[in-house]
């Protein structure tokens, strides 16, 4: 698996609102944390919630800052969001770990 262009695919699906190609690269017993916004978000239906809600409703867009691999099976990705939420623009990072291709936990975070 190439993370590095996985990433990319990644923040691309997201910045197109493309919310089946966003869900595509999450495993279906994903779990992606934000303690940013106090909750757990579980499987395809918890994180199209997220996507939903933080991205397509704020219009959020992300740029990666840069990311490093930390392990075979995980990464950890610094970006920046902008978008129509108060501060406007914001840095972020997510700390990721994969399975069979695919995202199966995400940590994200505001910084």
Not at 38 to 47: N, P, V, Y
């Amino acid at each position: 698996m190439d993370i590095e262009k996985f990433i990319q695919k990644w923040i691309a699906a997201g910045n197109a609102y493309d919310t089946n190609g966003y869900l595509e690269k999450y495993h279906k017993n994903a779990v992606l944390d934000d303690p940013s916004v106090g909750q757990s978000f579980e499987g395809h239906t918890g994180i199209r919630k997220y996507f939903e809600d933080y991205f397509i409703g704020y219009k959020t867009q992300t740029r990666l800052i840069k990311s490093e691999i930390t392990g075979d099976m995980s990464a950890h990705v610094e970006v920046e969001f902008t978008g129509e939420f108060p501060e406007g623009k914001i840095g972020g990072i997510f700390d990721l770990t994969f399975k069979s291709g695919k995202i199966l936990s995400a940590k994200a975070d505001l910084i």
